[in-house]
């Protein structure tokens, strides 16, 4: 009995099983970013219920926590184009940040001070956060396996570089009290005496170059060599 | 089948997609609004935090500079206050979380005024580079203490005073608040040569 689809052998030969397997893996495929899809959304709004409930307003504008929601959306509309976006930016922005987490879980210092980041706030709040920034990188990265590897166009890549903007635009903004995504001082103490308007400018030239550079000469030539060495 | 969920996959996108702007709008105005300000019922939460490495001595110090800096008609709202209350809510005990839940709005308000002037770092006290390391804010730079003659006597904590002086090379008035150790502390030097009642003119 062939366990994909259900069929004995004498069947074969009436039967085609390549569209019947082929439709069932494409099910199983959509089922698959559909329940990621899900775990992420579910999470991105339990986590801001819990910030919006302790008046925390500000740490939903960071990249590291709307990006969860950009990433759902990217889950239930299967774009790869989106997941190479959020794994251009999160390759680079976002792991350092896990790194310092390991670092600070380990010897209780950090480079961007995280102790002085949470300060205050309650232990769940802490836990989710760390949960959030080490989850979305590596699974940003299992997604692409599921796709084949395609130049996003031209289009795409202006629009990224808009919302960028918009994003740096927005974070300044809101205030230098936040920091928003460093968009007023460099986020490690140490450094922190990069800031003003030349700072921002140049913090935002510099996200969106890295970003470029990220996308066109680390992501998508990564996700060309898996798969050419056949691991989907 | 395939076209099925792929329907739903797109209403569902839309859903967090809307979700997602809408929270970020908020969020942005929210934020903006809220800039400097805190919640008491929040910080009695975790004030254990912030407070549990300063000693009562030091904390009253802080607590006393920024009452220094309210507004007279706050710091007069907040007079009622025993230094316990003040160390109980600073802490966030049981008693000062009780505190923080049954505040008047008006207590409320000069409280967190307070709360507000002590965490955004506008003060300035001998012991407070604790406070401010634990807030990971920079340490803002000592502020002269106002150019006023010493008040002699004893007074209760909290109690405010304004006083005229006329020495042989100054003459002007002083605001002056009672500290935890029970004497008067200068905090303003009036613009003017004379006092009203306990304020200056």
């Known amino acids: 009995m062939d366990r994909m689809s259900g069929l004995g052998p004498e069947d074969r030969g009436s039967i085609p099983l390549g569209p019947i397997r082929k439709m069932r893996k494409i099910w199983k495929r959509d089922l698959g970013f559909k329940i990621i899809g899900y775990i992420l959304a579910i999470f991105w709004v339990i986590y801001t219920a819990l910030a919006f409930s302790e008046g925390d307003y500000s740490s939903s504008l960071w990249f590291c926590n709307f990006t969860v929601a950009f990433l759902a959306i990217a889950c239930f509309q299967k774009s790869l184009k989106k997941i190479y976006f959020f794994s251009a930016m999160g390759i680079f922005f976002q792991t350092p940040w896990i790194l310092d987490w390991a670092n600070f879980l380990i010897s209780g210092q950090s480079f961007f001070g995280l102790n002085d980041f949470y300060a205050g706030q309650p232990l769940y709040f802490m836990i989710l956060t760390f949960l959030r920034h080490t989850v979305t990188v590596p699974l940003s990265i299992v997604l692409l396996f599921f796709f084949k590897p395609e130049r996003p166009d031209k289009k795409s890549v202006i629009y990224l570089v808009i919302s960028i903007i918009i994003i740096m635009v927005l974070s300044y903004f809101v205030g230098r009290e936040y920091n928003i995504n460093c968009s007023h001082y460099f986020c490690a103490p140490v450094l922190n005496s990069a800031a003003g308007l030349f700072y921002t400018f140049s913090w935002t030239a510099f996200i969106i170059l890295l970003t470029l550079f990220s996308l066109y000469f680390v992501i998508i030539p990564f996700h060309r060599v898996i798969r050419r060495i056949k691991l989907v | ?201």
Request: glycine share 8%.
């Open chain 2, 1 to 201: 089948m395939s076209l099925g969920v792929k329907r739903s996959l797109t209403k569902e996108s839309l859903i967090v997609g809307i979700l997602l702007v809408g929270v970020l709008v908020f969020s942005s105005f929210a934020s903006f609004a809220y800039a400097g300000k805190f919640d008491l019922k929040q910080y009695v939460k975790n004030a254990d935090y912030y407070t549990s490495q300063l000693s009562d001595e030091t904390l009253l110090g802080i607590i006393y500079s920024g009452l220094a800096v309210l507004s007279t008609e706050n710091r007069e709202t907040l007079s009622s206050f025993s230094n316990e209350n003040f160390l109980d809510v600073a802490r966030g005990t049981e008693e000062g979380k009780t505190i923080a839940s049954s505040l008047n709005p008006e207590e409320t308000r000069a409280s967190e005024e307070l709360l507000s002037v002590i965490l955004n770092g506008q003060i300035e006290s001998q012991n407070n580079g604790n406070y401010f390391a634990l807030w990971g804010k920079p340490k803002p730079a000592p502020v002269a203490p106002p150019k006023c003659p010493a008040k002699l006597g004893a007074c209760t904590p909290g109690q405010l005073a304004c006083m005229e002086f006329e020495l042989p090379l100054d003459v002007g008035a002083c605001e002056y608040t009672c500290g935890p150790a029970g004497t008067w502390v200068p905090t303003l030097r009036c613009p003017t040569q004379w006092c009203n009642a306990n304020r200056c003119m």
